[in-house]
Structures are given as C-alpha cells and as structure tokens.
C-alpha cells in the first residue's frame, strides 16, 4: 500500500522559514511527478510547486524566488523550502504525487494527509 508520509509545518512569524518534508513509500514503480498543494480556508486547492521525474520544477507563480522544491537521490522524497513566508502563505499544505504501479505509461495520485502551516504577521 503506498502511502506519503509529511512532516514539517507549524507555525512562524512573517519573514521566517519552515521546511515541509513529504516521503514516498510502499510498493510502485517509480514516481511520475511529486510536489505539495496548499488550501487556504474558502479557497480552492492550488499547486505551490512540483518536480518531475526527469527533474523539471514547476511552481506557483506566488512562490517563485521563495520556494525551492527539491528531492533525494531516490526521488522517492520531496522538500519543500519555505523562505521569507508571508501571512497569505497560511493553508493546510498536501503532497501529492503521481506514482507508477508498474512499467507500464500511466500512473496514480496519492495524497498525503496535509500539514498546517500559519504565518502570523
């Protein structure tokens, strides 16, 4: 059964950075692509930034030059560098990754149960 483990998260005054941390586990094939979404309360769940299996990284256009999305050597493991967060960065943030069962071109999506992450100003 495949599951993601998050950790990180809490709760930091505005300018301040967090560290979330997203891990892969179970049987697949490989990982297809991974990243975090966030949701703010009223809001819809948006992508902050995502990573590719061949590395390409896409990210939120409200987080660039802020966020840095990287990964372990497995590529089974996300990190999500929060820097210089600011109040409108508060959301439950989720990984998310689309994972190969076998060799075969397609993949399934995996959600992590989310992480709450409250900038105060």
């Known amino acids: 059964q495949v599951q993601l483990v998050e950790s990180g998260g809490g709760l930091v005054q505005a300018g301040g950075s967090l560290r979330l941390s997203c891990a892969a586990s179970?049987?697949?094939?490989?990982?297809?692509?991974m990243g975090w979404y966030r949701q703010a309360p009223g809001n819809e769940r948006e992508l902050v930034a995502s990573?590719?299996?061949?590395?390409?990284?896409n990210y939120a256009d409200s987080v660039k030059g802020r966020f840095t999305l990287s990964r372990d050597n497995a590529k089974t493991t996300v990190y999500l560098q929060m820097d210089n967060l600011k109040p409108e960065d508060t959301a439950v943030y989720y990984c998310n990754a689309n994972l190969r069962p076998d060799s075969r071109p397609f993949g399934y999506n995996y959600w992590g149960q989310g992480t709450q992450v409250t900038v105060s100003s």
């Open positions: 990573i590719t299996s061949g590395g390409s990284t």
């Open positions: 179970g049987s697949f094939y490989i990982v297809n692509v």
